[in-house]
């Protein structure tokens, strides 16, 4: 049967293709390799959490919910950043239920970001930043963070602020590198964006998952930062349950009022049974979450000792799901090359750092997730070790 030629649709991100993320994933599949891309975790959730979620289908909470969120999930949360961070949001007016982090961060781009706008961010950039400043016809400016310890130069942030820097965006911790901002990042962070009109977005979807004894600083701690913020916040990476695709962003009361007049007629609310089963569970004084760091460190510290066997050199991680290694001493490929070698000739797939760049670089750097059964870390670390690099 013939069909009519489609009209043509108008191309709002042509410099946009499949991400990195979906390739690798797609290679893995093909060639049968063991999957360290994309992050998200291979081992069992908590039974306790999925029994509430059946508990509240057969308690009937099938329906709508309403648009900022189910309230005892929304009142649960500010006893969490206020036991966590020591910072107090109204569960009422700055706390809105979200289908996942990046829903989140893409409706307060949403909110921001107008024709001309600039807005800042750091690379290596989690990928949806851009594209989103984009679709709003905002301008992104990139600043690279600096190599090989992804430290933030602040000079360089002040001197790239002009009078159309509407946002900066920071993502701590930091996805792909696994580094936090210090206390120090975090002053001369605020003296840059005081007495201006420069608005904040921040992604702390890792926030519970740090290493070494360290501390997530939130921006929630520092009232003149948050003053100017939306926090962004993900129950994917604090239950293991990354397809649920709930969090939340916290933000002022002025700030949140503009984010749910875009919420309302986006995605209007979250699935009902999954908020029912997360406020019962944080009420129930179940903090697994303040166990995930114990839990993870000891999976980084396992693959970092596997991958010491061989060639490649650990670009230390201190939070995330993921650390960094380079092949800089064995190779002389780019690291998209020698990532696609990998999958067809190693059976494993990462993600070169590469792609989280706009502009080249090839820094000879792979992230490995580490969010994986003791089985698959092994597997995958003897593949590498028998590699012929």
């Known amino acids: 049967m013939g069909h009519e030629a489609s009209p043509l649709l108008p191309e709002k991100l042509p410099k946009v293709d499949t991400t990195i993320f979906t390739v690798m994933s797609v290679m893995a599949a093909k060639y049968d390799a063991i999957n360290l891309g994309q992050g998200f975790p291979d ?3 908590s039974a306790k959490l999925i029994n509430r979620v059946k508990k509240a289908l057969d308690a009937g909470h099938n329906q709508y919910l309403p648009m900022a969120g189910y309230f005892p999930l929304r009142n649960e949360i500010a006893n969490k950043v206020a036991d966590a961070y020591q910072a107090t949001c109204d569960p009422h007016t700055e706390i809105t239920i979200t289908p996942g982090g990046s829903y989140a961060i893409f409706t307060a781009i949403s909110v921001l970001v107008e024709p001309g706008d600039e807005v800042i961010i750091f ?122 695709k709930v969090g939340y962003c916290i933000a002022p009361e002025s700030y949140t009022a503009a984010f749910r007049k875009i919420h ?15 406020a019962e569970h944080l009420a129930d004084g179940n903090d697994e979450y303040q166990q995930l760091s114990d839990l993870l460190q000891e999976k980084r510290d396992y693959l970092r000792n596997q991958l010491s066997q061989t060639p490649l050199k650990c670009l230390p991680s201190h939070s995330t799901y993921f650390e960094l290694y380079s092949f800089q001493r064995v190779s002389t490929a780019t690291e998209i090359a020698l990532a696609e070698r990998l999958v067809k000739e190693c059976g494993v797939a990462v993600i070169p750092v590469s792609e989280f760049y706009k502009n080249p670089v090839d820094n000879k750097v792979l992230r490995f997730c580490f969010a994986k059964q003791t089985t698959t870390l092994s597997e995958a670390a003897n593949r590498l070790k028998q590699f012929k690099w």
């Not at 790239?160 to 001369?188: M, V, Y």
């Not at 309302?264 to 997360?278: E, I, K, R």
Request: hydrophobic share 35%.
């Open 43 to 45: 081992y069992p959730m």
């Open 123 to 244: 690379d290596p950039a989690y990928d949806l930043y851009e594209p989103a400043i984009t679709l709003h016809q905002g301008k992104t400016i990139r600043i690279q963070c600096a190599f090989p310890a992804y430290q933030i130069d602040w000079s360089q942030v002040k001197q790239a602020i002009t009078a159309n820097t509407k946002a900066i965006i920071i993502n701590n911790p930091h996805n792909p590198t696994g580094q936090l901002l210090s206390t120090d990042d975090l002053e001369k962070f605020e003296a840059i964006t005081n007495n201006t009109n420069i608005s904040i977005i921040s992604d702390e979807v890792y926030e519970h998952l740090v290493y070494d004894g360290k501390c997530h600083h939130s921006i929630l701690e520092r009232p003149h930062l948050y003053s100017r913020a939306f926090v962004c916040f993900s129950f994917g990476k604090t239950f293991n349950c990354t397809g649920w």
């Open 264 to 278: 309302q007629f986006n995605a209007f609310c979250v699935n009902s049974p999954m908020q029912v089963a997360l």
